[in-house]
């Protein structure tokens, strides 16, 4: 292993995924690194032809609450595939993955809330930043379900990114102190009968974001309930169901919004 800016980067793993007509190799690899004594791992992918060609913008990835799955290392290669040089963070643990709600539920539980969210998450942007063919000054972050709350706090605590997207995200509203020092744009996609969100938290959020004076957006899917981009939800949680529809406009709806925020100053 080699050490750089104080990350433990594992060697590559080939990984080949096909891409539709992307004629290009995704590369992908396990990254260890560690934060407040907790090792932990992500999964990096980008396309192999592109460093060669100037640095690449950067998307941070934070898992739903199973932890680091197969799932959210499936959204990494399609960043991938998209150009982007995209890095799946790791909030639980190494190997710290389940399908059993009630722990699902205890690991979430132990950083909702906590200041843990915020800096466990900078722990993996910092990760992406390090890497030499990334551009620092073009990276944005993205969350599904229990990752979109924390892409919030992310940006909350004035992390340098240039935009995050909470797709079915658990709302938090920023807090006054927080206002002066959000950086990031924000683009909210919310299922509009998510019933684990309550119209009370909406209304708290949109509240919070616009007195912060700061540019957001939120698109609301019609019939699309929580963990909607999802295939895996198939209604056994009773509110959590995937939908076709509203996966395939909302993953459009970030690319267009990654088109306007990654040009420019």
């Not at 060609?53 to 499936?74: M, S, T």
């Not at 406009?249 to 306007?260: P, Q």
């Amino acid at each position: 292993m080699r050490k750089r800016s104080g990350w433990w980067i594992l060697p590559a793993l080939a990984g080949i995924v096909a891409g539709g007509n992307v004629s290009a190799e995704i590369l992908t690899r396990d990254i260890e690194y560690e934060h407040e004594g907790v090792k932990l791992k992500g999964y990096l992918a980008y396309d192999s032809e592109l460093p060669s060609k100037g640095k690449l913008p950067g998307v941070l990835i934070i898992h739903e609450w199973w932890g680091l799955n197969d799932y959210a290392k499936r959204r990494a290669r399609m960043l991938a595939e998209l150009g982007y040089a995209a890095f799946a963070a790791d909030m639980y643990g190494a190997g710290k993955v389940t399908d059993q709600r009630d722990q699902a539920a205890k690991w979430s539980g132990e950083l909702y809330g906590s200041p843990l969210i915020r800096s466990r998450a900078r722990a993996g942007l910092d990760v992406l930043a390090n890497l030499p063919f990334v551009d620092v000054d073009r990276m944005a972050a993205i969350g599904y379900c229990f990752g979109g709350t924390t892409v919030l706090e992310l940006a909350y605590s004035g992390a340098p990114v240039r935009g995050v997207v909470s797709f079915h995200g658990g709302l938090t509203a920023p807090k006054s102190s927080d206002y002066d020092q959000i950086k990031a744009k924000f683009l909210i996609l919310h299922g509009a009968d998510d019933p684990f969100v309550s119209q009370e938290k909406v209304l708290e959020t949109q509240k919070g974001l616009r007195e912060a004076g700061v540019d957001w957006q939120m698109i609301y899917y019609g019939g699309a309930m929580h963990s909607f981009t999802n295939p895996a939800a198939d209604g056994s949680i009773p509110g959590a169901q995937y939908n076709a529809k509203a996966d395939a406009r909302s993953w459009e709806h970030m690319r267009l919004y990654f088109r306007e925020i990654m040009q420019g100053n």
